[in-house]
T-cell receptor, first 114, second 113 residues
């Protein structure tokens, strides 16, 4: 199994500012994933982060808005840039330790933009 | 593309009642199917999974059967407890390598004593 620590657990931010969310895993993992859960909606994949290469973004998400770092096999950050109220969501980090195995999730970051 | 549809909540039940949460999917190929649970204030946890047609996943009294003919993976429990109150997510992956998950919207279950 994998234990994921995600910080902060929640934040209230002013529009136009940026927030960086951290995801720390207790073991080395190849693939890390960032999801967004908007109010009343399902989880939507933002991007896949593989250590040593640029993140791969899903349709509708761009690097300028959601820059991701993956400096090593146990850590990743997601930044939500130039925030607007529409960015108010829960952001979740997820990992898979090996192909076709269980995905583990952090507890999420509840972001409110005012 | 892939999609998952699950019944809207909240589902409100009394303790010891029977639970069904419906889930249907659309996918190409042979997806793996999952139920995740999110207890208040916690992250998502895998509840059960099935990787091929007619497989039954089970855990903590919950079970779901992978029905390819009806493209369904309904979650059931014979007798719910107050501690089962949570949000339940149905999800699928395409089963090839590191697979990103496609989620349903989630169904909140509220169990009263």
């Amino acid at each position: 199994s994998a234990v994921i620590s995600q910080k902060p657990s929640r934040d209230i931010c002013q529009r136009g500012t940026s927030l960086t969310i951290q995801c720390q895993v207790d073991s080395q993992v190849t693939m890390m994933f960032w999801y967004r859960q908007q109010p009343g909606q399902s989880l939507t994949l933002i991007a896949t982060a593989n250590q040593g290469s640029e993140a791969t973004y899903e349709s509708g998400f761009v690097i300028d808005k959601f820059p991701i770092s993956r400096p090593n096999l146990t850590f990743s950050t997601l930044t939500v840039s130039n925030m607007s109220p529409e960015d108010s969501s829960i952001y979740l980090c997820s990992v898979e330790q090996a192909p076709n195995t269980e995905a583990f999730f952090g507890q999420g970051t509840r972001l409110t933009v005012v | 593309g892939n999609s998952v549809t699950q019944m809207e909540g909240p589902v409100t039940l009394s303790e010891e009642a029977f639970l069904t949460i419906n889930c249907t999917y659309t996918a190409t190929g042979y997806p793996s199917l999952f139920w995740y649970v999110q207890y208040p204030g916690e992250g998502l946890q895998l509840l059960l999974k099935a990787t091929k047609a007619d497989d039954k996943g089970s855990n903590k009294g919950f079970e779901a059967t992978y029905r390819k003919e009806t493209t369904s993976f309904h979650l059931e429990k014979g007798s719910v407890q107050v501690s089962d109150s949570a949000v339940y997510f149905c999800a699928l992956s395409d089963g090839s390598g590191y697979s990103t998950l496609t989620f349903g919207k989630g169904t909140m279950l509220l169990v009263s004593p």
